[in-house]
C-alpha cells in the first residue's frame, strides 16, 4: 500500500532529512514510525501525503507515484489518506458531528452521505454520546478520538498519524494507541511516528527506527537499537 525506493529528501535549505528509505508497508498493516527528535519520522509521513516530494527516490501510495502526480489530483491522493496530528486542530466553534463532517463538506458529499457516515465514524471511535459537545468541552484523549474519526469518515486505505499521544497522559497514549491498531486489523493501513518508546515497545507491532533519516531497524522484534 505505501512503497519507498530509495527516497531521499533534502529540504532547500540543504538538510538532509532521509537518505535511501527502502519501505513497503502493506495493506492493513500497523507500523510504528520511531526516532528521536530530528530524525525524519514527519518528513516520512509528510511524503505519503505528498506534502512534499521526494528529492530522489520514488514514493507509492495505493499504486501511484505521489511525485508524478499533477497538482491538480494531488486532493485525490490526499482522499485515500486520512492524517492525525499531535495538536489535534479542531475547529473550535463546531460541535463534534460537525467537526467529523468537515471533511466530507470539503469532499463536496451530500447531506445524506454525511448523516450516513459521521456517527458511524462517531461510533468507531466510541464517542457516539458526544456528537453534540464542543472540542472544549472534551478531555484531550477525546478531542483525538475526533480527529480520528475525523479523518476516517469518509474511509480512506490510509491513516497516518504524527505524534498522536503528543498530548496526551499515558492511560491516554495507551487507548488511542490501541485505537489506530483497531482500526488496522480492520483494514485500514496504518502508519504511525511516535518517540514514545513504552507504547511502542508495548504494543509489539512493526517499528520502523530512523537515527538521522537513515531506516536503522525495521521489524516487530520489540529490541531497541543501540546506538553504540
Ligand atoms: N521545512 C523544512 N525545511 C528545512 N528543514 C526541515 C524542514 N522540516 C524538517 N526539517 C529538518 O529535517 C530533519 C527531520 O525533521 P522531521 O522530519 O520533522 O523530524 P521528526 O519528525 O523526527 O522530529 C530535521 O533536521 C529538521 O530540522
Ligand atoms: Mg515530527
Given amino acids: ?73 494531488v486532493p485525490y491522493l490526499r482522499r485515500k489518506v486520512g492524517v492525525v496530528f499531535q495538536d489535534f486542530r479542531l475547529l473550535p466553534d463546531k460541535p463534534v458531528w460537525e467537526n467529523v463532517g468537515f471533511t466530507l463538506d470539503v469532499l463536496g458529499s451530500s447531506r445524506r452521505e454525511k448523516y450516513h457516515k459521521v456517527p458511524l465514524a462517531l461510533e468507531l471511535v466510541g464517542l457516539s454520546s458526544k456528537t453534540e459537545a464542543y472540542p472544549s468541552e472534551l478531555s484531550a484523549g477525546e478531542q483525538q478520538r475526533v480527529c480520528i474519526a475525523r479523518s476516517l469518515v469518509n474511509m480512506p486505505p490510509v491513516l497516518l498519524a504524527d505524534e498522536p499521544t503528543g498530548n496526551l497522559d499515558p492511560a491516554m497514549s495507551w487507548d488511542i494507541v490501541q485505537l489506530l491498531d483497531d482500526i488496522a486489523q480492520r483494514g485500514t493501513t496504518v502508519l504511525v511516528a511516535s518517540h514514545d518508546q513504552n507504547i511502542v515497545d508495548r504494543l509489539g507491532k512493526r517499528v520502523i527506527q530512523l537515527v538521522q533519516g537513515v531506516v536503522v531497524r525495521d521489524g516487530k522484534d520489540g529490541g531497541r537499537y543501540d546506538a553504540t
Fill in 1 to 73: 500500500m505505501i512503497h519507498c525506493q530509495q527516497v531521499s529528501v533534502v529540504y532547500p535549505n540543504g538538510t538532509r532529512a532521509l537518505s535511501d528509505v527502502d519501505l513497503h508497508i502493506e495493506r492493513g498493516e500497523f507500523a510504528f514510525v520511531t526516532g528521536a527528535s530530528g530524525s525524519g519520522k514527519s518528513t516520512l509521513l509528510k511524503l505519503v501525503y505528498r506534502d512534499i516530494a521526494p528529492t530522489e527516490g520514488k514514493v507509492i501510495v495505493d499504486g501511484q507515484d505521489v511525485a508524478k502526480l499533477p497538482p491538480r489530483r
